[in-house]
């Protein structure tokens, strides 16, 4: 039998709709109905490509700062919203992604929670993240975890704002209504308390995360290395992903990292995948078509790729896109697909 066959849906007669309306007083419905809604021969994601410019949203993020306080707000965050998912709190089916200011002199409240979130700065330096008690200085570009159920708090010291991009599994816990949160005693954390050092009768919930900060100079480097060893892939260009040194695997369960550099001229061909994928240009200038979408973007610019949407990216010059997806998730549950075209 086709899939068009398979998904075909019933005629409907005055006996059968009387016939569902007895079954929705039983708490029931005819699978017959939805079967071509809810198990589909390709996806069908609700949420759509877009790209949000950073001088715009900039713009909007830093007026926040001065109508609510970061004791006010918590977070002072601008989320990214995708205009396709009906107002949810949502950049993809499966991930939430938000703009984070903190402004000089603040200090957030730290506390934990059961959704895993990265950190990708994008402007400012000098500010910090505390995370189980080891904290690490933020410069543009770094890549910085906060592992579920680890306590972190942000402060920025310095004498300019810091902004950097969140992105977490919020909608993934929530799927599973399994969230949980909860403040910190201390306003804020001790640095350094698990810096491979403890007290003698201490005994940690959990023992410091060695690999949750991905300084970007390094990256950086590994990029300019891989793109001198190895030819370009006529896709990604130099494509990296990245890693947990103790176990060569993604660094988070749900959410997958990755870096690549387009060298300037850089006509990437078309491919999909079932991961939406959400991109941060890290440096550079050019322009990616999403299904019959074209996006030019350049440094610090926001765009999403849906679920099995074709992506092409073109570099004006060399340029630099962070990206992450939920592919950990997909691969451990044998969901994840791609799907790559040969250039015309």
């Not at 949203?57 to 609510?68: A, N, T, Y």
């Not at 103790?246 to 850089?266: E, N, S, V």
């Amino acid at each position: 039998m086709s899939a068009t066959a398979f998904h075909a849906k019933p005629e409907t007669s005055a006996e059968r709709k009387e016939f569902y309306r007895r079954l929705e007083g039983n708490n029931s419905a005819p699978l017959w109905e939805v079967l071509g809604q809810i198990i589909t021969p390709e996806p069908r994601p609700a949420s759509v490509p877009v790209v949000w410019h950073y001088e715009e949203v900039r713009s909007l993020l830093m007026e926040s700062g001065d109508l609510i306080s970061a004791e006010e707000a918590e977070r002072r965050v601008l989320m990214l919203v995708n205009p396709g998912l009906g107002g949810a709190s949502q950049i993809t089916q499966s991930l939430y992604a938000g703009l984070q200011l903190v402004m000089p002199g603040e200090i957030t409240c730290g506390h934990r929670h059961s959704a895993a979130a990265l950190r990708f700065v994008i402007e400012g330096e000098g500010a910090y993240t505390t995370v189980n008690g080891e904290r690490v200085t933020m410069r543009p570009g770094d890549l910085i975890l906060t592992p579920s159920w680890t306590h972190h708090d942000h402060g920025n010291p310095s004498t300019k704002p810091i902004v950097w991009l969140d992105g977490l599994d919020i909608p993934i816990v929530n799927t599973f209504d399994a969230s949980f949160a909860e403040h910190s005693q201390e306003a804020q954390l001790p640095a350094g308390s698990t810096a491979n050092l403890l007290p003698l009768d201490s005994r940690p919930e959990r023992l410091a995360i060695p690999f949750f900060s991905f300084p970007y100079s390094r990256s950086r480097q590994a990029l300019q290395q891989m793109r001198a060893a190895s030819p370009l892939h006529p896709t990604h260009g130099i494509k990296m992903q990245f890693i947990n040194p103790a176990t060569g695997g993604y660094p988070m369960p749900t959410i997958g990292a990755f870096l690549q550099l387009l060298p300037a001229g850089f006509h990437g061909a078309s491919y999909r995948s079932t991961d939406a994928t959400v991109f941060c240009v890290a440096e550079g200038r050019g322009r990616s078509l999403v299904g019959d979408n074209s996006f030019e973007w350049v440094e610090h610019d926001i765009f999403v790729v849906p679920s099995w949407c074709p992506v092409t990216h073109e570099a004006r010059q060399e340029s630099v896109l962070f990206s992450f997806s939920d592919r950990p998730a997909q691969k451990a549950l044998g969901l994840w697909r791609e799907q790559a075209f040969e250039l015309a």
